[in-house]
């Protein structure tokens, strides 16, 4: 878990056990661990590379359509 955690949906004791974990957590785990939640979230989830990406496909999607 660097950025996030995967847990069981209908587990409340896996939840119960990973929110005790992050609660006895140091102010500095839990300073890395934001983080790198949100180097995460602005490469992957940022507006700039949705545009950016939305930009590539349409170029793709005219260059298929002009060959």
């Known amino acids: 878990g660097r950025t996030g955690f995967l847990l069981e949906s209908g ?8 929110i005790t ?5 140091s ?3 839990r300073t890395g ?3 790198n939640s949100q180097k995460v979230v602005e490469t992957y989830y940022s507006w700039k590379r ?3 990406a939305t930009i590539q ?3 793709r999607a005219l260059e298929r359509k002009s060959a």
């Open 21 to 25: 974990e992050i609660y006895q957590w």
């Open 11 to 18: 587990g409340p004791e896996a939840w119960k056990n990973k």
């Open 57 to 59: 496909e349409y170029l």
């Open 33 to 35: 661990f934001v983080r």
């Open 50 to 52: 949705v545009h950016d």
């Open 27 to 29: 102010t500095d785990e």
